[in-house]
């Protein structure tokens, strides 16, 4: 009996080590080996080390990933499911993509990314089923050859430790809260009206949302943008006091009871403010009392009317004057009639009586310090100073686009139709590539106070207008110019700005913004008439321009004319015939 025992207990031990020896050999036969992974491992068994180590490395990986994981947002249908702020006010979720990839290519290895450690070779879903040759870290501390590059430029930038006290102190008891619409420069204008108007008003401002360009985005619901890749919120707070949306939302309850209108207000613009931003008129929604939170009084806009009043505080305070705590300011544009004169390039005041300043300085004051955020103005510098050695000559706005401007070529023609007329058929013509390259080389070259500087040229375009401005750096390029472009400023980030997660979900605003940042640096300017981008670019350059060379600042559109009419020697009649013929055209068509 008992040698049949030993006999059973010999055979178990006996397997069991076979299986032992076995499952050794199968081991060694794997080959998978990855980075060293910088944890504490606990080897209790084989199956946990092998599972602890496998999520060590998924998290790992997740860490270095270059670009964060996109976030669902839901939309909704109905009125009744409210997006929430913190939703609002996150990245846009927008689908992505990292650099130098598109959906037809697979991404870049990451090893061609400066500093950047190579990646391992299972995707993170993988399970490990190999060999696995490991050094176990028994501290903390990070390989310095592992760990990912970092961001060299800090988004967001750091609030001041001390709470700024603002040159204009105004009313912390009331609000008034802008809607922006319309384009990235137009919100930007909007803003800044909104600031003269809370100033007039004593009111606290509240930081609005902002929205991308509606050829950056596929859905109305993911097109918002972190205001603070648009302004500089720490130079606002300098000027006048500003609360977020989430503080309005907690004073106000997420209501607002006044309405200062703009333009008529039907009951889907209330729907609209409801659904996007969380706001209502009372708790309830209850619309028959809406009237009475509508300023200014007893006003009846036409449908396609829009509110305009000039800058005195009188009548501001005749249209908007109410001690209501909860203000709403929906869409203004150019609803302020007012001189956009840029701020004087001197230092800062320490303090303002606002009893003598004019509503000109006052106003020229809000552009000051509504200015451009730090990291967009470093995006711009280091740009030119990487590039062009820190001299840019020469800049560009070519605005005129087919599918986006060359819109207002189509359709009736409802302001300055002989002027849009002629722009419409200069800039949207077969020859704009030649007419532009040289317009920019005749204007370069009779400009005095360029002889001795670097030929160097940046031009800012939509991208559907590259194909155009290839062929002009080609022509200029010829000429002895170094021609750059936005594909370029692109280059130069995927080197340098890989890490950066806060830019490449946002890639085209933050390009277009450096982009103004860049030509705002340059010695002379060539912008588009009619263009919000140029208007911004202008109101800034004196700021950062010696006066010599703006005063060498042209209108692209001229200078095209220009060339155009050289290049075919035509007579003032000739072009004024050429004119009459395609407004006859146009109107046929219309």
Same mark, same amino acid.
């Given at each position: ?5 030993? *006999? ?55 860490? %270095? ?34 650099p130098g990839k598109s959906k037809s ?51 967001p930038e750091p609030k001041p430790l ?83 949306? &989430? ?21 889907? %613009? ?53 001690? *209501? ?11 302020? &009639? ?14 303002? %009586? ?62 300055? &139709? ?82 950066c997660k806060w830019l490449w979900p ?85």
């Amino acid at each position: 009996m008992a040698g049949s025992f030993q *006999r059973r207990w010999i055979r178990l031990v006996t397997i069991f080590a076979i299986a032992m020896l076995l499952s050794l050999i199968t081991t060694q036969k794997l080959d998978y080996d990855i980075r060293p992974v910088p944890t504490k491992i606990h080897l209790n068994s084989k199956v946990e080390f092998k599972k602890e180590l496998e999520d060590v490395v998924m998290k790992k990986r997740q860490e %270095d990933s270059p670009i964060p994981s996109e976030t669902p947002i839901q939309t909704h249908a109905s009125t009744s499911k409210i997006i929430s702020e913190e939703s609002q006010t996150k990245e846009s979720t927008r689908e992505f993509l990292p650099p130098g990839k598109s959906k037809s290519e697979k991404p870049p290895p990451t090893a061609a990314v400066p500093n950047q450690p190579s990646p391992s070779r299972f995707t993170a879903t993988e399970p490990l089923k190999s060999k696995i040759q490991v050094n176990v870290a028994r501290s903390n501390k990070v390989n310095s050859k592992s760990s990912s590059s970092s961001c060299s430029i800090t988004f967001p930038e750091p609030k001041p430790l001390v709470p700024t006290v603002p040159l204009i102190n105004l009313r912390g008891d009331r609000f008034i809260f802008p809607i922006l619409a319309n384009g990235p420069n137009n919100q930007l204008m909007s803003f800044r009206e909104t600031i003269y108007i809370a100033i007039r008003l004593n009111r606290t401002i509240v930081l609005p949302k902002f929205h991308k360009h509606r050829m950056d985005t596929k859905s109305f619901l993911l097109n918002s943008i972190d205001a603070r890749h648009r302004v500089d919120i720490n130079s606002v707070r300098k000027l006048v006091p500003v609360i977020t949306v &989430k503080e309005f939302k907690q004073i106000c309850n997420s209501t607002y009871n006044a309405v200062f209108r703009t333009h008529s207000m039907a009951q889907r %613009d209330y729907v609209r403010i409801y659904e996007y931003h969380g706001l209502k008129y009372t708790q309830n929604f209850d619309w028959t009392n809406i009237k009475d939170a509508e300023f200014p009084r007893n006003e009846t806009f036409k449908k396609s009317k829009l509110l305009s009043f000039n800058s005195s505080s009188s009548q501001i305070r005749a249209l908007y004057g109410t001690d *209501r705590t909860c203000s709403i300011y929906p869409w203004p544009f150019k609803t302020l &009639k007012i001189d956009e004169v840029p701020p004087k390039p001197k230092k800062p005041e320490s303090s303002f %009586d606002l009893r003598k300043l004019t509503d000109t300085m006052l106003f020229s004051e809000i552009i000051r310090y509504a200015a451009p955020p730090p990291h967009i103005n470093r995006l711009a510098s280091e740009f030119i100073a990487s590039k062009m050695n820190g001299k840019l000559t020469i800049a560009v706005h070519w605005r005129f686009d087919r599918d986006d401007w060359g819109l207002k070529c189509t359709g009736p023609v409802k302001w300055g &139709k002989q002027v849009r007329h002629e722009m419409c058929q200069l800039l949207l013509g077969l020859d704009s590539d030649l007419d532009l390259a040289s317009a920019i080389y005749e204007r370069a070259e009779n400009t005095t106070v360029l002889k001795k500087a670097s030929k160097t040229i940046y031009i800012a375009s939509p991208p559907s207008e590259m194909e155009i401005i290839e062929k002009v750096a080609e022509y200029l390029g010829k000429k002895g110019y170094k021609v750059y472009t936005g594909e370029d400023l692109r280059d130069y980030w995927k080197q340098k700005y890989s890490s950066c997660k806060w830019l490449w979900p946002n890639v085209e605003d933050i390009l277009s913004s450096t982009e103004m940042g860049i030509c705002t640096n340059a010695l002379v300017f060539y912008g588009s008439i009619t263009s919000s981008w140029t208007a911004n670019v202008q109101l800034l350059r004196p700021i950062a321009v010696p006066k010599k060379y703006l005063e060498n600042d042209d209108s692209i559109f001229r200078l095209v004319r220009k060339a155009r009419k050289k290049r075919l020697n035509l007579t003032t009649a000739e072009q004024a015939e050429e004119l009459r013929s395609y407004s006859k055209r146009q109107n046929a068509t219309t």
